[in-house]
């Protein structure tokens, strides 16, 4: 299909990409499973997920480009104004490992690149794993996203006067249950982040819309939804149920937070593990 | 910010103004100054700086004149100008224009007549462009990007003592011009020449625009927004400055955006070779992508798209399409647009634009001829233009366009048609875009970004080389430690570190220092710091191999005993350390020991210093190395193959508070040993050169003098040791430890006689389960002595099974465990496998009673990790894993590694000994299999004591007879003997809640009936949870989860086979016999209830109060706190009832368990602290209703279909709270009665109805996605005020008050009344042109003001008119009184005639025009206003406003007079704005 991930911005070579955006595979099985990280963190929020799927799965692990992780010289402001930028990387990366056929788990912003992705080439993926996903996050008239604009520009102007003092604002309140260790976690990686990458990225995820595309989507789905989740609210996990072009299941997480892969990592792998077992039905 | 305004002070000196510019604005402003010397002005204006960057550019530009440093802030304006100036002429004219227009206006300003101010220094500095500098100023503290940087000089500054008057802010160049810009008489000026000043600072706040817009520029690389730094050469400044507003709001020209991301797309899609495919635009923002796309066509915006298809051209069919809507097309005209389009269809291309798909598929159902005709149409002629026409569409949903496929099918092959999602919205995105920011890396610390990449890595490499990582922190140890000691005894050992390897320059820091100085604190100090370290580095480095390791800790363990034997304090460690001295009869006394502790330096040490102390030193250094033993981990492992390490067990045996280390003991050795008992007496050399040994070994590489020794002595390390080993029984049995300690060449009898004591302590710790305590010794003693088999190697750690019930028995067993062999229970690990993180379990007593501080660290970290760190921390441990069954793979996967290497591994592959540590592992599953069955007769089983929690208990009493009609249900355990009795009940539901009951009992028709026949019916069992209707997506189902995880990937079943059969031995617990406890508790409430109340009553007993108690007591330790707990609130509560029901005796008293969880508990013990008393039963609360709220609002995700739902419970209690945690669950609306709200806190028995319909969730319905967060509150949280009586007069107040405080507000916006009259600033306008903008700005600026004169103006007309006022005033009045402030309620009645409120509006308004209108008041009015308003139009025309500058925007120039109309509401709500992120 498409698949023209550097066609106009050919610039960069796949291992250059690969180098970038620091790929790393690990892992024995045979089977392959995409981990994409979400706003704010970079690969390292996998690491307590990392060790369970280390036997049976290949893993793919990947910064994004607007990570902290990357050298915030590669992130093209002019490239990356939409989410396919973000899909084109991942979909290179893919085709430079060789990877064919995948499972992707994404958390949050990453949730909407794997949605796309999976709509661009569908082929590629046998599964998707949304954690904290959501197509919109503003509210509409028909539709509950969580936020509204308002907020929106509060929260930017938040970020634009102080970056530092509302990261530390923001992480305990991602993460929601009390864990010392991944609000540090959470703090750290996003503080990473440069500033003004993190406002730019921040205002093209809440420009995004996917409502209409996500019948598209002909992978199955499974939507991990935590208890309570200051950016996704529960409505929305069944929206995309319902929406979702393939068949969707809900796991809800009873526990608190955006970050159950920081804050919960057992409940989540619990939930991962069954997602990825080879479907009994 | 306040200089700005009008304040007439004296113009500020040159120097001043300077002082507050950054290097090159202070140029421009030399500049400036020097311009208004050359003129003989008086002050130094805005005009002078424009004029001054205008001349110097211009000169830098033309002739190169311009100083070299300045020029490229002159272009900053000068390019500024030359982009926004508009075409008519060309740029030089129009910059000539300009400057002699700033020449005109700097020659009218009237000049000084030569005298001078400010020192000579040029003219001073005019208010207004001080002001200007002020604003910049401000304008750049708020920046973000430089925030940081003031802050920080604000901070030197203070340092320095530097009184900064201006804050340490020093205004950049394009600040300033920014700022002066903003002058009204610098824009009126650039006005006249044909600039507008506004576009100007845009242009300055803005790179240079995009190619898009300047085809001209298409030369250029392209430029990003990121990029233009790299462009032509004037861009350079702009970029490597600072830019000032870094997120201003751009009015959308940059469009960089996804607007041409996605025309791209298109592009590159139309232009794919091979099979052509045609762009189907989906989503939400699809239409505008489209729509960008067409325009970029239109206007041959070819930049953004592909070579190959530039040039193409673009018919558009939408209007076609819209007429098929319609219905008024006919064939014809469809045919000959078509045929249009196959001419058209030339070589570049042709692109058909379909438009939105909605129009197509909306409005008609079936697709009529029209459609059709045209769809196959397009589709034949793409089949024979291939390769040159295209056909483009877009739609915002996929519905839509799964409507227009379904309609045509196959028209997705026939058109080739390529989905292309668009997802980015655009609105807002332009004006979001924000700026790259030149200076932001510095922002961001240096290491954060790359840190982290190295951080990942090691994530994924096992282990990474610990020596490195170590010198690392070992450097920065030493950093600190030297900082701390510096100035003291740095010279000494400084000198040392030089020459010695890492790890030695601590100790001999530490054991010089002492020496030397012997300053107690500072050894602390430095362990403290050292320990830090250590910790840094296991932590963060994983160090925790072997070798280095050891090491690192000696200074550290000397430290303490140094500073307990230098304390006089009888520490452990020193009496060993002196009996062992007094054994080995070397007359040491305690002065001595702490000098050997002091100089805990290592022979190579030693032999740096003074050689004459070397042999006694090293019998020190030897002792304090033993002292080490007692704190440090050994890796035996590993190091079994070297004697030294033995030497290290010897040393274990020495201090005797090691047991584990006997166990590790080499049968070989031992029996060496045994023939060299009777040569005790040489241990004293030997004990020298085996510690020489020791200490060498591990580093031989470095230490050169022991090596020799070491390999001389190396042949009979055993000896030695035996002997010391020896001496250590005796020494550990004269301290009274337990004796089992002892083994070593009498093992037999002392072992006899250890195990003996030991288990009769352990038994008396436990206090139950002998059994198994015995088992247990027997085990840990087996394996102490006997070798061990697990390959091949000594090992330390000993494997137990507990099996079988008494879950608080097994813990009391390993906390006795840990007890006895470590001393204390802080060695116990305690980890229950089968808990989630962060899943909330229900608190129940039992684990309540554990503490709860190491839930918070378990948190958020893998359960291998915490086990992995817990034993770094505490090598000596005794581990206790609960629910071994539900561990997880890589707990499993080390655990199995553990059992058969030794050594622990953390998910990321770090190891961990575990030699010393006693694993202890309980399973469930076995528990249901063999044992519990056994006592069947037994009322209460563990399950249900452990799921006891803590409830609310209550007391009330029931008349007699009705207890004897219950009692048909209960069966009555003690009846006549004892006045206490537990009521049986025959249902033992999952929560057997007695509420339940009680409902069943009193209005159980309903309610039962509903629940005997749940699913069939359609009803559903609000009480059970949701497992039973839909298994896998409930939220506590993780046993069948994992279940049938275990059975698809994890052999987990296979790994506890297999690890059970591995472990040391396997213990078999007893069940607890709740039954004689039981009793033994009701005895003990039967005596204080016959104390209490007397014999005529009864009591009788929940059973759910008594799983309450039962579990207390099962878990505590003692009995006391539980005795007390009756005594006290037990007993108070029977004497309270007592008096209570004075006057009925023979009642039965129950008491039962609330369904409330009790937040306070009685000292010590887990029960509540207070029992409520009541004459009756309070049947639901707030837990069970959310409890039934959850499982219904988790059946209908899950797809059960009701139509409504309506439950008709019966509520006792308060509800108001229910109703928040209501809407946390998405909303279930409550009709509660209005009276409802009034209840009290207790005993009001309503009936109320909640009704619980599908579509109140928000989802799957259509509604679902409407309903916002916060849900209308219900009618309980906000009480309507009600009466309307008295609604009338507060209205009046609050209007009253509401405009009385918005006059004040207004009048204190007033400018001062001398600035609007001050005469200096009148002056003629010279044209209408400049006497309306003049008007403009003082209109704006004064608005109060005006406001003021014109009230007056009319209060005056009025006042000389007094029949007009009093008209006036009736008018008011009867406004006031017939419509605004009257209650609608009653509605007016006038002459006998009612009047609506319509009627009554429409009459008041014609009164007000006829009173108006027909008589003088009208013209009174007009006249005053007139009058009013040509006085103001004079002032503000005559008024020059150039020192008039609002300092801020104030927000909502409307706050005006009339704001307190509706302001005061609006602000109040925007201020209750919640901040959510």
Redesign the interface.
Known sequence: ??G?SN??YGCRSASKLLEIL?V?M?GAGERVVVLSHGFGT???AW??V???FR??YRIV?YDLACA??V??DH?????Y?????YVDDLLAILDALGVERCFFVGHSFST?IGI?AA??RPELFLKLILIGASP?FL??????G??E???FD???AAM????EAWVHG?AP?AVG??????VREFS??L??????IS??VS??VF??????????VTAPCVIIQT?KD??V???VA??L???L?GRA????L????HL?H??????L??VL??AL??S?E | MVLGRGRKGMPTPVSNARACLAEEAAAALDEAVAAARFRYHAQTTSLHVVYALLLQSAGGAGAGAGSGGQSPSCSLLRDALSRTRSAACSPRMHLKVLERCFGMALDRLPSSGGQREGGGDGPPVSNSLMAAIKRSQANQRRNPESFHLYQQQQQQNAAAGVASTFSGVKVEMQQLILAILDDPIVSRVFDDAGFRSGDIKLAIIRPPPTILRFPHAAKCAPLFLCNFSAGDGFEAPISSRRIGFPFAPAAGQLSSDGGDDYCRRVGDILSRKGITRNPMLIGVGAAEAGRDFTQAIERQNWAILPLEIRGIELVSLEKVVAELKTDRCDLSSVDARLMELGKKATMPGLVVNIGDLKEIVEGKTECDEHERRLVSELTRLLDVYQGRLWVMAWSATYETYMKFLSRHPLLDKDWNLQLLPITSVRSGMASSLPRPRSRMESFVPFGGIYSTACESKDLGSSVSPPASRCELCDDKYEEELSIFLKGQSASVYERKKDTLPFWLQKSSTTGLNNEYNAEQTKNAKTMELEKKWNEVCQKLHNCRTTKTDVYREIPCTADTSNVSSKNRTSSKITEESQTLGNSLSISLGTQTITMANQSVSLPLVMESRKSDLLSKLQVRSSKSEQLRGVDLPYHQGDEHASPSSITSVAIDLVLGSLPESLSSDEKPARDVQKSHMEKMSSCLPSVDTVKRNESDVPIASFSCSGIQEYQAKSAYPVHPIRSFSQISNGCASTYGKPPFLISGSTKPNIELSSYKSFCKSFIDKVGRQEEAAIAISQAIFRCKIDERRRGGRLRGDIWLNFRGADKMGKKRVAEALSELLHGSKDNLICIDLSYQDGVVRPSTICTQQEVTEKNVQVRGKLHADFIAGELGKRPNAVVFLENANKADFIVQNSLSQAIHTGKFSDSHGREFSINNAIFILTWNRTIAKDLSRRKDCSSFCEETVLAAQCWQMKIYSEAYQEMTCCSSKSTIQKPITSQVYLQLSSSSKRKANLSDDYCDRHFGKSMSGKRAHTMAKGFLDLNLPVEEVETDASDDDYDSSSRKENSVSDNSELWIKEFCDQVDATIDFMPFDFDVLANDILKDINRIFQSAVGSDSLLEIDPKVMEELLAVAWSLEDRRPLDNWFKQVLGRSFTEIKHKNSQSSNNTLKLVCEDALVEEHAPRVILPSRIILSDNLSGFSKHWLMEICFNLFMKVQNGWQAPSIEVNIKVTGRFSTVNEDFERFGGVKCNLPPKFSKAPELLIRLQFQICISSSFFPFPSPMASSAPAPLPSLPLSTPVPAGSEPAAAPAVRVFLSRLNDSVRRSLSDRRPWSELADRSTFSRPESFSEATSRLRKNLAYFRVNYAAVIAVVLAVSLVTNPFSLLVLLSLLVAWCLLYLFRPSDPPLVLFGRTFTDRETLGGLVLLSVLVIFLTSVGSVIVSALVAGAGIVAAHGAFRVPEDLFLDEQEPGSATGLLSFLGGAASSAASAAVPVRV
Do not use: C, W
Request: charged share 25%; proline share 8%.
């Open positions: 299909m498409v023209n066609g106009v620091n790393r690990v970079d690969q390292s690491k307590n990392l060790p369970y036997r049976d692990l902290g992780s050298n915030p992130f093209e402001f002019s490239r104004t939409t989410l396919d930028a909407m796309l709509i661009r919109r509210n509409d008239d028909e539709y509950h969580g936020f604009r308002g907020e509060e929260v930017f634009e006067s102080n970056y923001f309140l249950a009390d864990v010392p260790a991944a750290r990686t503080f990473n982040m440069r500033p003004d406002l730019f205002r093209t420009n995004s819309d996917l409502r209409g595309v996500l019948g598209f208890a200051v950016s609210p529960l409505s069944f929206y149920k319902d929406h072009g299941t809900v796991e809800l009873p526990v608190e937070g159950p920081l804050s919960a990592p057992a409940a792998v619990h593990r069954r077992a080879p009994g």
